[in-house]
């Protein structure tokens, strides 16, 4: 069997496994799920790994290394077994690092450390979700209850993940599918799975907002750092190029590019200040952190980070805001509304529109051809940027046809279908997090601030559905809501079964 066809054998069963571990009610449902995620990964990196010789996999070298990495899986699978609470903080703290490892079959053992500034895939949580799903399979085993998810989320998710999984069928860019398939979907439907099965305890949210607040302060202070050294540890060779030409200096703190470390200082700033306006972190602390955030932010020098975050203060403000915070945040809105249309349109005005728009305008015309030529089903996953390229008057390297704006991304690759399954799973989610809110104002309020802020920054970059923090949102809803759901039912049990015997006497 030639490595494409595994690839895209491996892709049906992974859209049947990650559809039983998003879907799934019962014991068999759930393993027989992470049995058929645990093949399909297999046969996907079989795919990618084409050309590696078999003596490269088995060097000494290579199989101590594996051997090593799964005693340190095994030993955090044992301590998950016994405290399962602490699968989501885990899974939060490792969602956003990349080791800067690079994985080629031309070198000797397939893996050596990346050079020129790249990074690598989401390793650490990639052990984390290993470590979490053979914990919570050896709770299975034991017969501890399978919590199903909210369907309004959970059907939505798994038609998003199967669709784009069966793409794979007549994807024109087979290699860039499947490592999109095999490192972001399918371990974010198994992230999605593992999350909400995990247990609830009242602690968690102040742990998670503990832990991304953390991790924010971290990275802008590397930012920061970057700035004042002007040195960076990880880059595109855009960034560098665009550094060395430009009259300010751009930093990624421990990303490869300064819009993906802006998302994340957003997403910390949000955390914030749904604290500070909720009453549950003081003035003072809160205008250190947000100081420290945004002087981090502001050397990113991201203009979508910007967007996103005016957008996610608007909202925060407006729902938890007093009266006089609404006022102030509605005529600065308006204001900086005022003053940005008159920047973009005396922008156009002295120049093209491509440039005024650093290019995205190009991008998004001819991403909408894409999905203009194939409207139903797509070109496949990780397709777009190919499709784009070979319809382009003039040559240039693939990654200069991205789209930066997933749902132009998703309508390209996946087609109208595609489109609807993604809408369906925004709906979902909307759903799931006001269900939230609804037990949980504070909870709830931070889970949508940080959803409306991953997907405003889409509309302008890309990675929403390949950023983990999105699903991590998606599972901590669907959490809440099991557990909630968990806890109650017994006690509706009891209600009915007193008043079954009240009316039989």
Do not use: C
């Not at 499947?178 to 099965?197: E, G, H, K, Q, S």
């Not at 200040?273 to 549950?280: I, N, S």
């Amino acid at each position: 069997m030639e490595h494409g066809d595994t690839a895209q054998l491996a892709a049906v069963v992974g859209a049947l496994g990650a559809a039983s571990v998003l879907l799934g009610r019962t014991r068999v449902a759930l393993l027989g799920g992470f049995a058929a995620l645990l093949a399909a990964e297999a046969g996907l990196g079989y795919a990618i790994a084409e050309g590696v010789r078999l003596g490269t996999i088995l060097a000494p070298a290579a199989l101590a290394a594996a051997a090593v990495a799964g005693a340190l899986v095994a030993g955090a699978a044992a301590v998950l077994v016994s405290r399962p609470a602490l699968v989501t903080p885990l899974v939060l703290a490792a969602a956003p690092f990349r080791l800067p490892l690079d994985f080629d079959r031309r070198h000797r053992f397939f893996v050596a450390i990346a050079e020129g500034g790249q990074l690598g895939r989401l390793l650490p949580l990639y052990a984390v979700l290993v470590a979490a799903t053979a914990a919570l399979a050896y709770r299975i085993l034991r017969r501890e209850p399978v919590a199903p998810l909210p369907t309004a989320l959970a059907l939505p998710a798994a038609a998003f993940v199967a669709f784009a999984s069966l793409s794979l069928l007549w994807a024109i860019d087979l290699p860039a599918g499947t490592n999109t398939l095999a490192f972001f979907l399918l371990p974010f439907a198994v992230l999605v799975a593992v999350v909400a099965r995990s247990p609830f305890p009242d602690w968690l949210p102040r742990a998670l907002a503990a832990v991304g607040i953390a991790l924010a302060s971290v990275f802008a202070l590397v930012g920061v750092f970057q700035a004042a050294t002007r040195t960076l540890f990880f880059f595109s060779p855009t960034v560098d190029v665009a550094n060395t030409y430009s009259s300010f200096f751009r930093v990624t703190s421990l990303f490869r590019d300064p819009s993906l470390y802006g998302r994340h200082l957003v997403l910390g700033i949000a955390i914030v200040l749904v604290t500070l306006w909720l009453g549950r972190l003081h003035l003072v602390l809160a205008a250190v952190l947000i100081g420290i955030l945004f002087a981090g932010l502001y050397f990113s020098y991201s203009q979508s980070s910007l967007v996103a975050l005016f957008v996610v203060t608007v909202l925060v403000t407006a729902v938890a805001g007093d009266r006089r915070g609404r006022q102030l945040v509605t005529v600065v809105a308006a204001v900086l509304l005022l003053a940005g249309a008159g920047a973009v349109a005396a922008a156009i005005k002295d120049e093209s529109v491509r440039r005024a728009t650093s290019d995205r305008s190009r991008r998004i015309d001819t991403a909408f051809e894409v999905f203009r030529q194939h409207p139903l089903w797509g070109v496949g996953l990780g397709g777009q940027p190919l499709a784009s390229q070979r319809n382009a008057e003039r040559f240039a390297q693939k990654p200069r046809f991205v789209s930066h704006t997933t749902p132009l991304t998703v309508a390209g690759e996946l087609g109208l279908v595609g489109l609807l399954a993604y809408l369906a799973l925004l709906a979902g989610a909307a759903r799931t997090i006001d269900a939230v809110r609804r037990r949980d104002p504070a909870l709830g309020l931070t889970l949508a601030a940080v959803f409306v802020a991953l997907f405003v920054h889409s509309l302008f970059y890309s990675g929403f559905v390949e950023d983990p923090i999105t699903w991590v949102v998606l599972g901590v809803a669907a959490g809440f809501i099991a557990a909630r759901a968990g806890a109650t039912e017994p006690a509706a049990i009891l209600a009915s079964r007193r008043a079954a015997t009240a009316s039989a006497r």
